[in-house]
């Protein structure tokens, strides 16, 4: 499996409050991502990062801010969580972006909004 | 905006039948990509299709890419317990749109 660690794994926290996802990479690949799961959605892209304090936004971005600061870190911040972002995010990476690379998935951090 | 529509949502199998998943998308694509999520698990990469009307297989999955790159299809001939999970087709122009995904269920 590729060198992908998310952080926390498993969260509950209260509406209103900020939360702060963390992927983590060893591998040294350009693009990262930020997806959500849910039942019936199957797989929606959040943001995603292209290069070192490079991103853009994707189809769920509302609510959710991104930062980038090193190759191998992306942060995913709601800065105020609501019930409706409850959900598995997973972050993903690859080296060759939206051509011919693969994805490479992190374990998912599956967050509860009370 | 790009979408890629996949069905059905959900399969129940009997352990031997076999078992098929579309991918149609609204443009055509560059290439199309599948990934298998086992249950509680994580998106895991299987192939990828570039060529129009090219086909692959993998044992007993067979996946095809349509002549127009709209469209593909996963097929697994003699499903067995292990093929449980649910399988996402992602079709690429520029970027990743992944299909809503197919939950495989195996009856023994």
């Known amino acids: 499996d590729a060198g992908i660690t998310q952080s926390p794994r498993h969260k509950v926290t209260e509406t209103g409050t900020p939360v702060t996802l963390r992927c983590h990479q060893t591998e040294n690949h350009r693009y990262m991502y930020w997806y959500r799961q849910d039942p019936g959605h199957g797989l929606r892209l959040i943001h995603y990062?292209?290069?070192?304090?490079?991103?853009d936004k994707g189809e769920v971005s509302d609510g959710y801010s991104v930062s980038r600061s090193k190759t191998e870190d992306f942060l995913l911040t709601l800065e105020s969580a609501t019930s409706s972002q409850t959900s598995v995010y997973f972050c993903?990476?690859?080296?060759?972006?939206?051509?011919?690379?693969?994805?490479?998935f992190g374990e998912g951090s599956r967050l509860t909004v009370l | 905006g790009q979408q890629v529509m996949q069905i059905p949502q959900y399969q129940h199998v009997q352990e031997g039948e076999d078992f098929t998943t579309y991918c149609n998308s609204s443009?055509?694509?560059?290439?199309i990509q599948w990934y298998k999520q086992r249950p509680g698990g994580h998106p895991v990469f299987l192939i990828q299709?570039?060529?129009?009307?090219e086909v692959k297989k993998q044992k007993r999955l067979t996946f095809q890419f349509g002549e127009a790159k709209k469209n593909s299809s996963l097929h697994i001939t003699a499903t067995q317990t292990t093929d449980v999970g649910t399988y996402f087709c992602?079709?690429?122009?520029?970027?990743?749109?992944f299909g809503t995904g197919t939950s495989l269920t195996v009856i023994p």
């Open positions: 993903a990476i690859s080296e060759l972006g939206g051509n011919t690379g693969e994805l490479f």
């Open positions: 992602a079709g690429i122009l520029n970027q990743f749109y």
């Open positions: 990062s292209y290069g070192v304090k490079d991103t």
């Open positions: 443009t055509t694509l560059s290439n």
């Open positions: 299709l570039v060529k129009s009307g």
